[in-house]
């Protein structure tokens, strides 16, 4: 074999080598590449997920901040609503006050007309005195002075009880005033008493040192008789309180 030959196949021989190193080295490029695309595949999965999550947790916190937003918007706007809410209130309330204010003012300024108006008089509030006169025959007059500080209405007319009577003496109805009769402190009102008949026709008779007169709240007057007491009978009768003396002794 000759010299060059020998050249040639080596030269062949380091061209296949070569070549096959080359290709080696592709397929290793080739290997990388491919070992990295998983690799970058995988990542790019990763990345995709994760911005898609990104994206998804980025939409739902979006969502979330604008609901938030929106939630702080409706709570400021509730919020401005309650506020003025308040202020409405607050000025109803003023209103009401005003109003309740009102309303007190009123009753108290009825409270203080009633006050004004005479109350009806009591025990405490007046004296009973019982009087026999000359004139008219059997009579006995009813004297009720007014003690307190006020002045007061006295009863249409005295419910006079004698002794251990049943029942009160009917009243004289020709003797009836237009209206109660009134008395001012250290003032009186006058009523009238037919004790019995004066030509005997009365019956059932008796003597009694004892009178009381009750009043409307429920009080007693105990008034004293004259000396010995005083002779009644069925025709005992009483008149209606009166401003007048003469007008008491009348009937």
Not at 70 to 82: E, T, V
Request: proline content about 6%; aromatic content about 4%; overall charge negative.
């Amino acid at each position: 074999m000759s010299a060059r030959t020998t050249r040639t196949r080596l030269f062949a021989a380091t061209t296949v080598a070569l070549a096959a190193l080359a290709l080696a080295a592709c397929e290793g490029d080739g290997s990388d590449t491919g070992a990295s695309s998983p690799s970058s595949a995988a990542p790019a999965g990763q990345q995709s997920e994760r911005p898609a999550g990104k994206e998804s947790a980025g939409g739902t916190e979006a969502d979330g901040t604008k609901e938030t937003n929106g939630s702080a918007g409706s709570a400021a706007s509730s919020g401005s609503s309650g506020s003025t809410g308040a202020s409405d209130s607050g000025s109803g309330g003023t209103s009401a006050s005003s109003g309740a204010s009102g309303s007190s003012g009123t009753s108290g300024g009825s409270g203080d007309e009633d006050s004004d108006l005479p109350g009806k008089c009591s025990a405490a509030d007046v004296e009973i005195t019982a009087t026999e006169v000359p004139r008219p025959l059997n009579h006995l007059l009813l004297t009720a002075t007014n003690t307190g500080s006020k002045t007061c209405m006295l009863p249409q007319y005295p419910a006079a009880r004698f002794g251990e009577a049943q029942s009160v003496p009917p009243v004289a109805e020709s003797t009836k005033p237009q209206s109660l009769t009134g008395v001012q402190p250290g003032e009186a009102g006058y009523a009238g008493v037919l004790l019995s008949a004066g030509d005997g026709s009365g019956e059932n008779g008796y003597r009694t040192d004892t009178l009381t007169i009750p009043f409307e709240d429920g009080s007693i007057a105990t008034v004293a008789l004259p000396t010995g007491g005083v002779y009644v009978d069925t025709a005992l009768t009483v008149t209606y309180w009166q401003a007048d003396m003469d007008a008491a002794l009348s009937h």
